[in-house]
Nanobody, 114 residues
Framework: VQLAESGGGLVQAGGSLRLSCAAS????????MAWHRQAPGKQRELVAV???????NYADSVQGRFTISSDNAKNTVYLQMNSLKPEDTAVYYC?????????WGQGSQVTVSS
């Protein structure tokens, strides 16, 4: 399984970005999938999860601003990020866990200027 993130970039505070995580390889379903982020000097943290049932969970810091969704036909999971804040600046990674193996993408940089 290979994961590839895209859609990061530089945006002003209050703006929006949509990240994509495209999966390839031996994958039956695009979900479950999670988004994590890691800011400079900080530990990687869980941002959002879409479970096998399609239910979603979010970190308190992004609740109401970020939305995780999936498109099984495109083997892609999205993270819509609205009302971005400078503290959202980080490298964002998608990851999944299948048959005892954890997979990570290479990461996508999101920078929010104040």
């Amino acid at each position: 399984v290979q994961l590839a993130e895209s859609g990061g970039g530089l945006v002003q505070a209050g703006g929006s970005l949509r990240l994509s995580c495209a999966a390839s390889g031996s994958i039956f379903s695009i979900i479950p999938m999670a988004w994590h982020r890691q800011a400079p000097g900080k530990q990687r943290e869980l941002v959002a999860v879409i479970n096998s049932s399609g239910s979603t969970n979010y970190a308190d810091s992004v609740q109401g601003r970020f939305t995780i969704s999936s498109d099984n036909a495109k083997n892609t999971v999205y993270l819509q990020m609205n009302s971005l804040k400078p503290e959202d600046t980080a490298v964002y990674y998608c990851n999944t866990y299948r048959a005892g193996v954890t997979y990570w993408g290479q990461g996508s940089q999101v920078t929010v200027s104040s």
